[in-house]
């Protein structure tokens, strides 16, 4: 497997609440993403990093930040959280882009109540 | 997870059988894909990809098949086993510099096989 590791795996928290979910990889992968999972949707991108301090929008972006302040963790803020957030969300890595796959994390399986 | 079961087209077959998932696929740019495997509770997990360029590659007991002009993907595991049954996604990329590596997801197919 590679080297992501995702914490907590878990996590329950009231809406209002902030929340960080944290992405680990041993990789030193260059890009790194963060996608949420829900029934119906797929897969979807939240954020992705292209490097140190290199953030940018995906597809559904409202209502998170995030933060990559070193290569081998990018980290997922709710600032506010929602009952809407409750998901699964997963974080990725890859080394080059291009024609190289991504590597997927274990997930955080968000409750906001 | 258990919870991406809701709504997703659905494969059932005997061990032993030749299982085929399909993909329809959006962006006519994108020159790269992947088929991912993911099991309740766990992360996707990379089981072969496949470049534009080609129209076919094979790997152990899988093959995929790529048809550029109907933007169309299959994935078909020979002697399916029940080790197999999960819930299999394609992805699709745009593998030039602007992209970043991002990848967009199809909705997915359960694969449930039978002993």
């Known amino acids: 497997d590679a080297g992501i590791t995702q914490s907590p795996r878990h996590k329950v928290t009231e809406t209002g609440t902030p929340v960080t979910l944290r992405c680990h990889q041993t990789e030193n992968h260059r890009y790194m993403y963060w996608y949420r999972q829900d029934p119906g949707h797929g897969l979807r991108l939240i954020h992705y990093?292209?490097?140190?301090?290199?953030?940018d929008k995906g597809e559904v972006s409202d209502g998170y930040s995030v933060s990559r302040s070193k290569t081998e963790d990018f980290l997922l803020t709710l600032e506010s959280a929602t009952s809407s957030q409750t998901s699964v969300y997963f974080c990725a890595i890859t080394s080059a882009g291009g024609y190289s796959e991504a590597f997927f994390g274990q997930g955080t399986r968000l409750t906001v109540v | 997870g258990e919870s991406v079961g809701l709504h997703l087209p659905t494969l059932s077959v005997q061990e032993g059988d030749n299982s085929i998932i399909n993909c329809a696929y959006s962006?006519?740019?994108?020159?790269?894909f992947i088929w991912y495997k993911q099991e309740s509770g766990k992360g996707p997990q990379f089981i072969i990809d496949i470049r534009s360029n080609m129209d076919k590659r094979q790997g152990q007991r899988v093959t995929v098949l790529l048809n550029k002009t109907v933007k169309h993907l299959s994935l078909q595991i020979a002697a399916t086993q029940p080790g197999d049954s999960a819930v299999y996604f394609c992805?699709?990329?745009?593998?030039?510099?602007?992209?970043?590596?991002?990848?967009?997801f199809g909705q997915g197919t359960i694969l449930t096989v039978h002993p």
């Open positions: 990093s292209y490097g140190v301090k290199d953030t």
């Open positions: 962006n006519s740019a994108s020159d790269y």
């Open positions: 992805a699709e990329r745009y593998a030039g510099g602007t992209s970043y590596g991002k990848l967009t």
